[in-house]
């Protein structure tokens, strides 16, 4: 029985060895897993610090980022500003030019008028010497024709016996429709102030379309001036574009 009770109690002593040895070793696993625990809060905090920083590193990125737009803005606004100024100031420099070449416009006009004037002496010496070859000498001028023609017949000349009609209304612009009596009327009031001008004397046959005065009529009024010339203004139409249109000055043959 003493033999028996020995050998329990060496089986117990074993085992609370072993349990003792177990115990502890769990101990140590438990103490490891808290520590590798600890160690990954630790990484985990470590990683969350990074992100900050991160996080800081990005917004200062983004501040940079911001700052360089905003200098990127400030140097375009300033190079705009610039171009602005440097437009402007072409524009003032075109400005000034075109005045330049205004001035430059004003004095070429003003030498033309210059050149004019001389031009004006010049034909002031030629209307001097035309004055002496005008003096008292008589233009007689007729625009031919009239607004309402007067068809009852006349002798086409001195001691004729051929006779025509009075007068007509002469002929009419194609595409103006204005009618030869007009026109000759405007052509001989120039020519009558233009030889007025020169010095000559001037009797007109009419200066209004409303008269009735016959060719004959027209060759006496001259006639009756003794006029040094008797100039007939026409614009006469024909459909033969081959006929030749001939302009007469009829001198005063008796001076
Ligand atoms: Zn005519």
Redesign the pocket.
Known sequence: MRKNSIIFLIIMIIVLVISFIFINKEKNNIARTSNRENVYEQNIALNEEDNQNIVVSININNAQQNEATVEKQENEVNTENTIRNQNTAEGKEAESKKTENKKVENKTKENKIVGNKTTNKVSEKENKEENKKSKNKTIAIDP??QTKGDSSKEPIGPGATETKAKVTT??TGVSTKQT?SEL?LKVALKLESELKQRGYRVVMTRTTNNVNISNIQRAEIANNSNADAFIRI???SVDNETVNRNVYIMPNFTK
Do not use: L, R, S, V
Request: glycine share 22%; hydrophobic share 20%; aromatic share 0%.
């Open positions: 031919g024709h002469g002929a030869e000759n026409h614009a006469d």
